[in-house]
């Protein structure tokens, strides 16, 4: 045996990279990552009226639900172990100044005094965005033609304060107003919800993932497209002042959303700021697994447990999936 091949086997003998994998027991002894129900919130669509359970055509096995019939999915959600929601409101009546959105008797501070009243230990967190408010779509004020900025920011402090005020423990603006973080927790402030948290979707793209929410939301702008506020998805750093700012004014957490296609943002986030990071597995994420399980092309168990395990390894701490329900099932 020459003096290479000595040197070769005594290698192959010392790194045998597959000891730690052989055996269920051990690969979960080493892992380095674990998806767990403590990283999971399950969105649930909200509309006005009673006994309703719409499907949405594009997000199969996802509905909107009135409030009395939203008790009854939140119970199956509860007794899957789920801790956290969010919701999401259609109103009834739309208009350009998105009053429904800050009633206090609108469809999500109805659905969020019952909840609380049946779950008072389920955590509720709501979707804060004018766009499914808005005749025209958009997330904020359009005055000639434009989205303003600074209009939108009373709006948006408003409906807020109208979460918090029906018990709410995180509102989550979503509509990529700048300040609006720091409008909205000066507003809860000043009326007395210092307790309730602010996840701002700080690092949210103009992406074509969203295709299936805004069928589910009856979302979709009337004109134009939101890349003059929501991000260009091929900026990196930028997304990185937009969360600094966040936090700067206040924001408990910062979301990244999509998740998928960009895990390199949460990865950075999680490096460089010192609160948690959460990530949104959207509904374009949610329904290509769907479709593609449906003609067996997947393994769908498989792929959503993978799915999610790589948005936590990431580094997001928190995760909207609207996969959630199932990965708790399949976790157990």
Same mark, same amino acid.
């Given at each position: 045996?020459?003096?290479n091949?000595i040197?070769?086997?005594?290698? $192959?003998r010392?790194n045998?990279?597959?000891?730690?994998?052989?055996?269920?027991? !051990?690969?979960?002894?080493v892992?380095?990552?674990t998806?767990?129900?403590?990283?999971?919130i &399950?969105? #649930?669509f909200?509309?006005?009226?009673?006994n309703?359970?719409e499907?949405?055509?594009s997000?199969?096995?996802?509905?909107?639900?009135?409030?009395?019939l939203?008790?009854k999915?939140?119970?199956?959600y509860?007794?899957?172990?789920? &801790?956290?929601?969010?919701? #999401?409101?259609?109103?009834?009546?739309?208009?350009?100044?998105?009053?429904q959105?800050?009633?206090?008797?609108?469809?999500?501070?109805?659905?969020?005094?019952?909840?609380?009243?049946?779950f008072?230990?389920?955590?509720?967190?709501?979707?804060?965005?004018?766009?499914a408010?808005?005749?025209?779509?958009?997330?904020?004020?359009?005055?000639?033609?434009?989205i303003?900025?600074?209009?939108?920011?009373?709006?948006?402090?408003?409906? @807020?304060?109208?979460?918090?005020?029906?018990?709410?423990?995180?509102? @989550?603006?979503?509509?990529?107003?700048?300040f609006?973080?720091?409008?909205?927790?000066?507003?809860l402030?000043?009326?007395k919800?210092?307790?309730?948290?602010?996840?701002?979707?700080?690092v949210?793209?103009?992406?074509?993932?969203?295709?299936? #929410?805004?069928?589910?939301?009856?979302?979709?702008?009337?004109?134009?497209?939101?890349?003059t506020?929501q991000?260009?998805?091929?900026? &990196?750093?930028?997304?990185?002042?937009?969360?600094e700012?966040? +936090?700067t004014?206040?924001?408990?957490? +910062?979301?990244?959303?999509? @998740?998928l296609?960009?895990?390199?943002?949460?990865? !950075?986030l999680?490096?460089? !700021?010192?609160?948690?990071v959460?990530?949104?597995?959207?509904?374009?994420?949610?329904?290509?697994?769907k479709?593609?399980?449906?003609?067996?092309?997947?393994? $769908?168990?498989?792929?959503?447990?993978?799915? !999610?395990t790589?948005?936590?390894?990431?580094?997001?701490k928190?995760?909207?999936?609207?996969?959630?329900?199932? @990965?708790l099932?399949?976790?157990k």
């Amino acid at each position: 045996m020459t003096p290479n091949e000595i040197r070769d086997t005594k290698y $192959e003998r010392r790194n045998r990279y597959r000891r730690l994998r052989a055996s269920p027991t !051990l690969r979960n002894l080493v892992r380095e990552t674990t998806l767990t129900p403590d990283d999971l919130i &399950q969105p #649930f669509f909200v509309v006005e009226g009673s006994n309703k359970k719409e499907p949405i055509a594009s997000m199969p096995g996802i509905f909107r639900y009135s409030p009395d019939l939203l008790l009854k999915a939140v119970a199956a959600y509860r007794k899957a172990g789920g &801790q956290a929601c969010l919701l #999401f409101g259609i109103p009834n009546k739309k208009d350009n100044a998105a009053s429904q959105a800050y009633a206090a008797a609108g469809v999500v501070p109805k659905a969020i005094r019952q909840i609380k009243k049946e779950f008072p230990d389920l955590l509720v967190a709501t979707d804060v965005c004018l766009c499914a408010y808005m005749t025209h779509g958009h997330c904020g004020v359009v005055k000639g033609g434009v989205i303003d900025n600074d209009l939108s920011l009373p709006l948006l402090a408003r409906m @807020a304060l109208a979460h918090a005020a029906a018990g709410a423990d995180i509102v @989550a603006p979503s509509d990529m107003m700048d300040f609006r973080v720091g409008r909205i927790r000066a507003g809860l402030d000043k009326n007395k919800f210092t307790g309730v948290a602010i996840l701002s979707y700080a690092v949210k793209y103009a992406s074509a993932y969203y295709g299936p #929410f805004r069928e589910a939301a009856d979302s979709r702008p009337n004109f134009g497209d939101r890349k003059t506020y929501q991000m260009d998805p091929a900026n &990196q750093r930028e997304a990185l002042k937009e969360a600094e700012q966040d +936090v700067t004014e206040g924001a408990d957490i +910062v979301m990244v959303k999509p @998740a998928l296609a960009y895990l390199d943002v949460v990865a !950075l986030l999680r490096r460089r !700021l010192n609160v948690p990071v959460a990530a949104y597995n959207v509904s374009g994420e949610y329904s290509m697994v769907k479709a593609a399980a449906a003609k067996n092309w997947v393994d $769908e168990k498989a792929v959503v447990l993978e799915t !999610l395990t790589s948005i936590k390894r990431a580094g997001a701490k928190i995760i909207v999936s609207y996969h959630a329900q199932d @990965a708790l099932r399949w976790l157990k």
